[in-house]
């Protein structure tokens, strides 16, 4: 495995002072945000998009979405210590079941997209990415546990079984590409090998510890070193998420790079835009500006990641990044919002809160503090 990634990233020194006040405001995040709220929105996503037509797939199950069914997977359990429950809620139990059918009838079960319907080489693309996520949510909520149960381990077995072996792209896997910004992009693939790495780091270290396991994360980890240093701060921020888990994945020095690079692309009022960490250049293709403005998926999974590398939450960059969480929830609705890198949408439309789904579950996952 290699042990290096050369990222040709400057280890900026961003000066704490000019966070101090908004730092000075999140002191009493945990009680800021309605995490009732925040349940209600999330559930209610994921019911409409588990009855939304074009979400159904055979077999009567529906599709595992980039943008609201896996954020719902790893964002939803977080609030079950806030909302004194004993289990995982109706979706999730629903969302699971839905994976494991899958799972259990995966040479029969048709892929997400297909050549003949979309176009080459969907049906390779779909397969590898929902390979990866069934892994990640069935990882995910059995790390809880402490132990792999038979369909997160077949899970594990089936993205194992597509991982690609040979090539640049050795150690990756096939990833959807529709040209949409940040999960369907030309530089998706990157951001699908991190969830890879991050499902690796929910399974107990007996799993990990097995041999081909071993060679399989030792492929993997080789993808990740060799095209870290060109990819987005947005992969990058994922990339620190998933080193938090993997050993060997991230060097010290890598990690105090990529995190010194986000501090630098902070705001003053304590956030991140989404616009400033994806690739450089995006441009959307309705030829609309991009939102400037902090916005809860950058700002979630920002915080999210640096709490995961081990960032104390008392850090000045993080206490006001969780400050500006604490204060951006939407009280309407309970939501945190952003907008899509790829069109101008209605926010109020059911597409045009896709990128709020997901800014909601990762922007619960760093307020709620909880090890994923």
Avoid at 15 to 40: G, L, V, Y
Avoid at 124 to 132: F, K
Avoid at 263 to 277: A, M
Wanted: net charge neutral; aromatic share 8%; glycine share 8%.
């Amino acid at each position: 495995m290699k042990k290096t990634i050369p990222l040709s990233v400057a280890c900026l020194l961003v000066p704490a002072a000019s966070f101090a006040a908004d730092a000075s405001d999140s002191a009493n995040t945990a009680a800021s945000w309605n995490a009732k709220a925040a349940a209600a929105y999330l559930d209610q996503r994921f019911e409409w998009w588990t009855t939304w037509p074009s979400a159904a797939r055979d077999h009567d199950t529906f599709c595992i979405s980039c943008h609201t069914a896996v954020p719902y997977a790893l964002g939803r359990p977080a609030l079950r210590a806030r909302l004194s429950e004993n289990g995982p809620s109706a979706g999730e139990r629903k969302l699971i079941a839905n994976v494991a059918k899958r799972i259990r009838i995966w040479p029969e079960a048709l892929p997400f997209y297909s050549d003949e319907k979309n176009g080459p080489p969907k049906t390779a693309e779909a397969r590898g990415t929902e390979s990866v996520l069934n892994a990640l949510v069935l990882s995910s909520y059995d790390t809880r546990d402490g132990k792999l149960g038979d369909d997160a381990r077949k899970a594990f077995e089936n993205m194992w079984a597509l991982q690609l072996k040979t090539g640049d792209s050795a150690g990756a896997f096939t990833w959807l590409n529709f040209h949409n910004e940040p999960w369907e992009a030309d530089d998706s693939q990157f951001w699908g090998a991190t969830l890879a790495a991050i499902a690796v780091g929910n399974a107990p270290r007996e799993y990990q510890s097995e041999a081909q396991v071993k060679a399989n994360v030792a492929l993997l980890a080789g993808y990740l070193a060799r095209n870290a240093a060109r990819q987005s701060l947005l992969n990058k921020a994922v990339l620190l998420w998933a080193g938090a888990g993997v050993p060997g994945i991230l060097q010290p020095s890598d990690r105090t790079a990529i995190v010194n690079e986000l501090f630098s692309k902070q705001r003053s009022d304590g956030g991140w835009s989404t616009s400033s960490v994806v690739i450089g250049g995006w441009k959307r293709r309705d030829s609309t500006e991009l939102d400037t403005n902090s916005d809860g998926y950058a700002t979630g999974l920002v915080a999210l990641a640096l709490e995961r590398a081990g960032t104390s939450t008392g850090e000045p960059h993080l206490k006001s990044a969780l400050g500006w969480l604490s204060k951006n929830q939407d009280r309407d609705t309970g939501r945190w919002i952003a907008t899509s890198l790829n069109k101008q949408r209605d926010p109020t439309s059911d597409a045009g809160r896709f990128m709020s789904d997901a800014a909601t579950a990762y922007s619960v996952l760093a307020l709620a503090g909880q090890k994923q």
